[in-house]
């Protein structure tokens, strides 16, 4: 399985972004897929996730400004990013944790929020 990340690039404080993620295996087979990001130093933190039944985790600094939703038909996993902030600039990943427990990584999207 291979993760394909797009969306990422240069955006003013108070921006948006749109980043998507596309498998090229089935979504159905997932436990979970979302978005984690990581800045140099820093460990890999969670962004967002969904899980297969739905229900979503929000890392607390993003809660209410950023938004994950998933495409069956379209193999895809879409972080929504308002109100970007200054340090929201990372890395972000994408990840399915498949129910073999196979966990693929997407090959990573800059964001660069500036102030």
């Known amino acids: 399985v291979q993760l394909q990340a797009s969306g990422g690039g240069l955006v003013q404080a108070g921006g948006s972004l749109r980043l998507s993620c596309a498998a090229s295996?089935?979504?159905?087979?997932?436990?979970?897929m979302g978005w984690f990001r990581q800045t140099p130093g820093r460990q890999r933190e969670m962004v967002a996730i969904?899980?297969?039944?739905?229900?979503?985790e929000y890392n607390e600094a993003v809660k209410g400004r950023f938004t994950v939703d998933r495409d069956h038909a379209k193999n895809t996993v879409n972080l929504q990013m308002t109100d970007l902030k200054p340090e929201d600039t990372a890395v972000y990943y994408c990840?399915?944790?498949?129910?073999?427990?196979?966990?693929?990584w997407g090959q990573g999207t800059l964001v660069t929020v500036s102030s």
């Open positions: 990840n399915f944790l498949w129910v073999t427990g196979v966990d693929s």
């Open positions: 295996g089935s979504v159905f087979m997932v436990n979970h």
């Open positions: 969904i899980r297969r039944r739905g229900d979503v």
